[in-house]
């Protein structure tokens, strides 16, 4: 502690790298967000344990469509990691675009198929418990879905206008944003599409 | 070496150290604000506004309660009234005024210039505000909650509550949790990284620990009340069956969510108030909290064990009595941390010299209080006993003394303790003291006779009685008590009057206190300090008489940070100095975007989805521009520093 | 009415039985008597620790200290924190011995090993219980409202629906509560020990009108509980020429029921032998013609906000109305 004041003067500004405030930050809102799913999860198995016929009423989900949505959405992950890594390592600017571009676009391909299959349900939102939890989860997946595409196309234009700078972690941050969502995907996946037919 | 910094250059610094970190002045500066120490003001002015709202309801029902077969409030008035009291008590002023204390008091206490995130710390301000008139804006339309704060399905479902009122508890609640979460966020951030060099996790003030509890908690905990009220909307408004029986819902859902959140969330209301009292109740017995460690261990252990007891609020459901019985001995548990707590105070008092000042009787009046209210919650963990005691006057003692006895008190006595840093006038102290006794008689006039109320079998949330039950007298005895503690908190509000105008100055350090928050002016400038200090023990402004180590914190060192708004970060355990943070200045973006959100939620309400999505275009745009990186700011520090 | 000389001195200060028909502490069936004896033993553990700390609290303000040299106290805690060592220890053994009787007592209350003597269906409604009485002979099942008549002695079953929204059934002098819940069916057990007339109350906040939602469990010996079930199950007999009961088939019998007569209303109570029952409107007012009377006109001032409307009926038929119900003994 005795440097301090010679230190203190040649300390770095905040800025990029674990554990800065706004990392911590970031932790914050993703664990509070962890826990909606949580307790989104506990609903489901609640009213499934609780249900008295059949859960879910119309028998485990096909994966047809969402089997592919979900590689498409874990793919999108690795292609930002991608980008990021270029662009930390060789300030590719032109790698990262390419690469925010490319995880956008999986981003609605998700959201698109994801509509096809709550129009191919046989039942609607207000038919039983199951119904609700089940357009409710993925509702609410697909909400945070649409915030981290809004996100990457806003880094997509301050990435344009020069704007990320060495100082700036919004791309850590957001890219951290939609790897959580993408990981949550795995855990929503597992309790609609794989819980049911293991029992 | 960190040297002291020579007086003539101290009085250049705050000169210019004033320039970078004052607000604007007028109408723009008052909202765009991002001063922790205003918006800490501003906390506590509105959490005791809601406080007095609250207060009043509480006396209305007291009237109608005074005798059996009253006929002052109709049900749906005192059922409305019962609601909003409990919805005003437990989520417009206990946390918020908590928040307020350590809105204002983190950064002192910790050494730093302001919270982690200053523009979220207005914002959560400004969305607490915002829902707080929203839960309100149908009280005179008389579509108030009526659920209680509790808000139990299916009597909150559409078939048997159609009114707008539930909907506003729903979307209130949704509303205000968000400020609850962000104010949270940034607390844990703070402490994680904004605090003077050396104030390492052993050294922080229990308060600061207290609140760190609640708002981890909080972090978790918040999401399961949110996630429960959005599925009874959804209920309300689009016919869906996550509580409805028909469609195969389950009523006892909604009890779960809420009391996951619900069991934390009470201890969020009372552990930073806990830490209040354990900082501040040695200052008044001259000498340093016994146990400190032991005092920051229960207030972990107490929310770690709370997570767990949910349950013991839903004994009577018919739930297996297995798992009745593992709730009822997890909430016996809880019990052994706050006799730690207890028996630390105690000692404290004991081994000290008590200097009888107001502060001084609200903290002892507190302990008591506080035990009662614990055994009473010892009584209800009982899951046999609470067969009988639950949804009696029993609990609505137990819940009074918990909330008043462990949070009011220790707030009140938290106001006449940093009235004079908050101010920098000293509150009356005779005043102060009738303050205490009237405060202290009527409340326990006002809830001890509950006890014995519950005990004869009255049960609670009822507009009225018959007579002939043994209820007429002890209710009368329980509503002039409530017009005493009434009067006790009219002094308090007299008191604070008049001494806001003249008040005796209260320099720096009025109470001899040991924290770091006496170590500079009252009120503090808006820098709070003019070097950043360096700590070397839990007690900085004692450290000479107490002696208990060579080292000596380092209040003027010459860590300036005057190139721009900066102060500290270290790193989260030991506090080494890790790099310098810039703060945002000024901006209007936290009150634009409570107000977007207050359109997004009020279009919810009349499921207008126009309303709804110019809302939400609005706070996407104002996040936008929140997060849009900044070009210039560090570079010129950066320049400085090669 | 004998009481126990050890509960005598409190239960003067928490009101005495005779005035607290609702008073848990003085119980009159064996679950109640489980509960009782540990709520006693509580208080007494509550009161204890509470008067222990006030003891300490003042002797900690007010012990006599060396003259104040104005020097700050401090030095090692490590004396004063084995005292908390001590004191914490000593609670936690308190609360492990409340942990354990408190298993014992939920154990004596749920793992009923008698078959029940009898069995009744208790439906919550908003604001009113009704009791439908099960028996292996279908013709012998009835179905009455707030008042539940039950054989001393003997431990009687109560499956518990509710209609509407939750309720909690409670009887503090002969068990804890149980919640209605809709779309569960809970049990619960009461046993009186001595005839006599035990209220009970809706204890889950269910609405408007919680706070009228009382019944009443009337323990009569099992020689007069058989002559009361004989007589629940005879038939009011049709009767064209009585007033009353044509009033009532006009304006009440789309909402109440009346065994014998076409009268089979189910949104509110069953009204069969209303003549007999202790209380009006769920415990609003006590049972006697001028009550009942009044109520008829005046529900609404009664019982504000209740689903029954208030009447308005001419003079005339409101006395021939309420003849007729009397006499329904």
Known sequence: ?199 | MAMPLAEDLRARERIKLQEIWETAPGIYGWFATVDHKRIGVRYLCTAFFFLLLGGCEALMMRLQLAQPNLRLLSPDAYNQLFSMHGITMIFLYALPMLSGFSNFLWPLLLGSRDMAFPRLNALSYWIYLCAGIFLYVSFPLGQAPNGGWFNYVPMTAKPYDPGLNIDVFTLGIIFLGISTVVGSANFIVTVLRCRAPGMSINRLPILVWGTLTASTANLFAVPAVSLACFMLWLDRNFGTNFFAVSGGGQPLLWQHLFWVFGHPWVYALVLPAMGIVSDALPVFCRRPLVGYTLVAISTVSTMLVGFGVWVHHMFATGLPALSLSFFSAASFVIAIPSAIGVFCWIATIWTGRPRFDSPFLFFAGFVLLFVIGGVSGFMTASVALDWQLTDTYFIVAHIHYVLLGMNVFPVVGGIHFWFPKFTGRMLDERLGKWTFWVMFVGFNLAFFPMHILGLIGMPRRVYTYPGGLGFGGYNLVISIGAFIFATGVLLLLVNVARSLRSGAAAGPNPWDAPTLEWSVPSPPPPYNFVSIPIIASRHPLWEDRLNETDERSILGSDVLLDEGKETLAVTALDAEPDAIMTMPGDSLLPVILALGMSVVFGGMLVVNWWAVSVGAVGVAITLLAWFTPRVSGGAERQAING | MKRRSAVAGVSLLLGGCDGTPLGYLDPAGPAARAIAGLGWGLIAISAAVCLIVLGLLSYAIGRERPPDSGALGGGSDRKAIRWIAVGTGISTVFLLGAAIWTLWAVRSVTNATTPPGLIIDVTGHQWWWEAHYRSNDPSREFTTANDLVIPVGVPVQVNLHSSDVIHSFWVPRLAGKTDTIPGVTNRTRIQAEREGIYRGQCTEFCGLEHAHMAFFVVAKNPGDFNTWWDHQLQSTTVDAANRGEQVFLDKCAACHAIRGTPAGGILGPNLSHFGSRTTIGAGALPNNSENLAYWIDHTQTVKPGSNMPSLDLPADQVAAVTAFLEGLK
């Not at chain 1, 595409?149 to 791309?171: K, N």
Request: hydrophobic share 55%; with cysteine.
């Open chain 1, 1 to 199: 502690m005795a440097d301090v004041a010679a230190t203190a003067t040649n300390l770095p500004l905040e800025g990029k790298g674990l554990r800065s405030a706004s990392w911590w930050g970031m932790l914050c809102l993703i664990a509070t967000e962890a826990f909606l799913f949580v307790y989104l999860i506990f609903s489901y198995a609640y009213l499934g344990a609780q249900s008295p016929g059949r859960w879910p009423p119309t028998g485990p989900p096909s994966m047809l469509l969402a089997g592919p949505d979900t590689i498409v959405l874990l793919a999108s992950s690795f292609v930002l990691l991608w980008g990021v890594r270029a662009f930390d390592r060789r300030r590719a600017g032109g790698v990262l675009r390419i690469a925010l571009a490319i995880t956008f676009f999986m981003g609605v391909v998700f959201v698109a198929v994801q509509g096809l299959e709550w129009r191919n349900k046989p039942f609607g939102f207000d038919a039983s418990s199951y119904s609700a939890i089940y357009f409710t989860m993925t509702g609410i997946h697909m909400v945070h879905v649409a915030v981290g595409l809004v996100i990457l196309a806003a880094l997509f234009v301050w990435s344009l206008l020069g704007r990320l700078g060495s100082r700036h972690q919004h791309l850590m941050l957001g890219a951290l944003y939609w790897h959580f969502v993408d990981a949550v995907w795995i855990v929503v996946f597992t309790t609609i599409y794989l819980v049911p037919r293991l029992s």
